[in-house]
Each structure stands twice: as C-alpha cells, then as structure tokens.
C-alpha cells in the first residue's frame, strides 16, 4: 500500500505547474455550464463572448478574466456562494498566495478536490473527520466542540453528507487515509459509552470500505500539526494538483506550494506507520 501510495506522490510532481486556481476555475467552468445542460456556444451567446473562448476557459488554456466570472456563474446557474468564492481563487491566483478564506468558503474547493484526487489524507487530533461522522456525533460533539447554533449545524451536515456521498459514489478507485487521534475517542466516551461504541463500530465499518482505511494515533502531536488534510493528484488530468487544507481559528487555507506540500506529508507518512488499525483498535 506504501507503495501505491508512493507512485500518487512522485506521479503528482509532474502536475506542479498546474496551480490550485487555474484548476478549480477551469473545472467549476466545465462543470457548472454541463449541469445547466447549455452548449458552448450558448453560454458564450448569452455573456457575448465566443464558444473557443468558452472552451479555452474549460480546458485552462487560457484564464477566466475577473470581470467574466460573474456573468459566467449567471449563465451557468450557479450559486452566489459559488460565484463570490470564484472571485477569492481567481485573486489569490492572480497574487500568487495560498487560498485564504473562511472555513465554509474553502469547504467548496475541497468538496471538488474529493471528486477526484486519486489519494486523501485526513487527520484530526480531536475530532473524527467529517466523513466519517455519524448524526449523532454530529449534532452533539461538534456542537459542543464549535459551539454552533442550529443553522450552522444543519449547514454542517448537509456539506458532510454530501462529501461523504462523493467519496462513496466514486468508481475510480481512490485511495482515502483516515487518520484519528484517540483524544477524539477519549473525549467522546466522556460525552456517552454509548454513542462512543456506535462511532467506534462506524468507523470500523468505513475500515473495511475498499479504498478506505482507517487508523488511530494514540500518541499526542505539537498543537500547530492538530488537523489537515493532503489531496494528491496521482497524475491525474482531472485532478487537482496536490495541495493541504489546514484551519485556523476563523480562516482556513489551501496551500499547494511543494516545499509546504512535502512537510506536511512527511508528518502523514511517519505517523501513519506508527497509528493502530482500527480493526485492530481498542478503547
């Protein structure tokens, strides 16, 4: 598996020069215009621009000006959250920085991301990674860990359900790592046995997916490495060249630089080996 695992990562440097921005932008372009079910032409019709100019959006050939986006989002159908959030990747990309935004902006990119990088890796310290969560734990711990109000909540799960129906949906055979610090499992044994045992029993579940595995690290780790997750091209065309997701307490951040890129994955990669099945956990 290490190995597979290997070719993801040295098959993904090829794709360096391929951006983050340049990526999502060229594939919510394709996406959005093929899920309004409208031609080229037609979308390039309706904001008077030509269908070449439409496909050379959709393929990354040649960029989607800021001033285009919108009237791009419009003829697509897509959501004022989706077009406001184009906006902050096309500037990040113009500016050459990581893509800054708060936690329910870049929820978008990496929502994208699960659709196709051929390898994800996620690891949390305290908490069991969103895919993984069960309703329960959803509505009870994560309330109790973020403090939410109901909304928020209600938002939360349904962006959760929705990766997670991604990730099971998908017929390319991806790679996903689960990485759970036991602090999670203590925490949530403390909040209920019972709803600890049923998380336990899930996750154990998800372990056995084709594709999926599942471990927890029972050692502590420095603060500042707490929760991220890497998303790696594998030398996928449709993919996005590899970056990390990490947050902070009110912004989040996807980085693709590769020297920031390598440290994070030397940390997966050297506590991966050290992390206890989770067929072979116990409590």
């Not at 990088?117 to 509505?139: N, R, V």
């Not at 055979?173 to 336990?200: N, R, W």
């Not at 594709?211 to 594998?234: C, H, M, Q, T």
Request: contains cysteine; aromatic residues 10%.
């Amino acid at each position: 598996m290490m190995e597979r695992i290997s070719r993801f990562l040295c098959r993904g440097a090829r794709m360096a020069e391929q951006d983050m921005g340049w990526w999502f932008l060229k594939t919510v372009a394709r996406k959005a215009r093929n899920a309004s079910g409208k031609s080229q032409r037609e979308v390039g019709d309706e904001i008077y621009r030509s269908d070449d100019t439409i496909r050379g959006w959709e393929k990354g050939k040649t960029d989607i000006p800021l001033q285009s986006i919108e009237p791009l989002a419009k003829a697509c159908g897509m959501s004022d959250e989706l077009t406001k959030y184009m906006t902050v990747v096309a500037e990040a990309r113009k500016q050459g920085l990581p893509i800054e935004a708060d936690m329910r902006y870049n929820v978008l990119f990496i929502t994208l991301a699960e659709e196709y990088s051929p390898f994800i890796f996620k690891w949390d310290a305290l908490l069991i990674p969103g895919p993984l969560q069960q309703e329960s734990y959803h509505y009870r711990v994560v309330r109790m860990a973020e403090n939410a109000a109901d909304e928020a909540l209600d938002r939360g799960w349904a962006s959760k359900t929705e990766r997670r129906e991604i990730l099971e949906s998908r017929t390319d055979g991806p790679l996903v790592q689960f990485l759970i610090g036991e602090a999670a499992l203590l925490l949530l044994k403390e909040v209920s046995e019972e709803l600890c045992q049923e998380q336990l029993a899930h996750l154990k579940e998800y372990g056995t997916r084709s594709g999926w595995e599942v471990r927890i690290l029972r050692e502590p780790v420095p603060a500042r490495n707490s929760a991220f997750s890497i998303y790696n091209s594998g030398g996928s065309g449709l993919a996005c060249p590899d970056f990390v997701y990490t947050e902070g307490h009110d912004r989040s951040w996807c980085i693709d630089d590769p020297s920031r890129v390598t440290g994070y994955d030397d940390f997966r990669e050297q506590k991966w080996k050290t992390a206890t099945r989770i067929e072979d956990y116990q409590l």
